[in-house]
């Protein structure tokens, strides 16, 4: 089990610390934030976020409640995947995992948005998680409620979520194809960029890893793939062959929690 420490003990220390969802593995902007900075092979010391808690002291700390964050010394806190990513870039020029060329630079940031920002794919299968929790009689139910106040959980959303995640993982299977049929083993381009980080960690949210590769909750298990079936039929099988590539040639497996 990865080493974590407390808010009050990780503000004495200098270096790279990350805020991280403690126990929850797969949970997909923490696992993203770890592959950045792993595959850079910055090190950095674990802070501990606990689902379902609002931390007072981390708040304090870095004005945010959630996960991940990444302090660098006495710089300002970042909560945003695309800051934490321009903070690996600085600290780690290489393998450079931003392309260099502004034309690919937009794309991927363009499809990294699709992924992981407000109304993308993990964010829209989120809204449909806390829907089903919502309705359900488990304890389960206030966290959604709690957790749906900070992450906009409204009903015209939750009614629209469905289509932008099959839109979205339509979008990427288009984009595999593209590149496939042009020989390249990547998302973008020719080598691996933070897309291909990306999508391994963020397609949890639809397929996560077994749980001999990544064990987590029953309860977390069932909520990442209690969908409809056609949105399991939408998730190209050659973008879980990718991700498993991602997983096996750059990350680290078991995930650990």
């Not at 870095?62 to 996960?67: D, F, I, K, L, S």
């Amino acid at each position: 089990m990865a080493e974590y420490v407390e808010v009050e003990t990780a503000r004495t220390l200098p270096g790279l610390r990350l805020v991280l969802t403690a126990g929850a593995p797969g949970a997909p902007w923490t696992e993203a934030a770890k592959g950045i900075f792993e595959v850079k092979k910055i090190p950095f010391v674990r802070v501990a976020q606990r689902p379902g808690v609002t931390d007072a002291a981390l708040r304090e700390w870095t004005g945010h409640a959630n996960a991940p964050i990444a302090l660098y010394n006495d710089e300002r806190p970042r909560a945003g995947w695309m800051e934490i990513l321009h903070l690996a870039e600085r600290l780690s020029p290489t393998p450079r995992l931003i392309p260099e060329n502004s034309r690919d630079r937009v794309q991927m940031f363009g499809l990294a948005n699709e992924l992981m920002s407000e109304d993308g794919l993990v964010w829209c299968r989120r809204l449909m998680m806390f829907d089903v929790m919502s309705q359900g009689q488990s304890s389960m139910g206030g966290f959604a409620q709690l957790r749906g106040r900070d992450y906009g959980y409204v009903r015209h959303d939750v009614e629209r979520a469905p289509q932008r995640v099959l839109d979205i993982l339509a979008l990427f299977a288009e984009v595999w194809r593209a590149q496939r049929a042009l020989g390249r083993r990547y998302l973008l381009g020719e080598g691996l960029t933070a897309l291909d980080i990306y999508w391994a960690t963020m397609s949890a949210i639809v397929a996560p890893l077994p749980p001999e590769q990544c064990p987590m909750p029953n309860g977390l298990r069932a909520a990442y793939t209690q969908y409809p079936e056609h949105i399991r039929a939408a998730v190209d099988p050659a973008l879980l062959e990718h991700r498993d590539f991602v997983y096996r040639m750059y990350l680290t497996l078991p995930i650990d929690t």
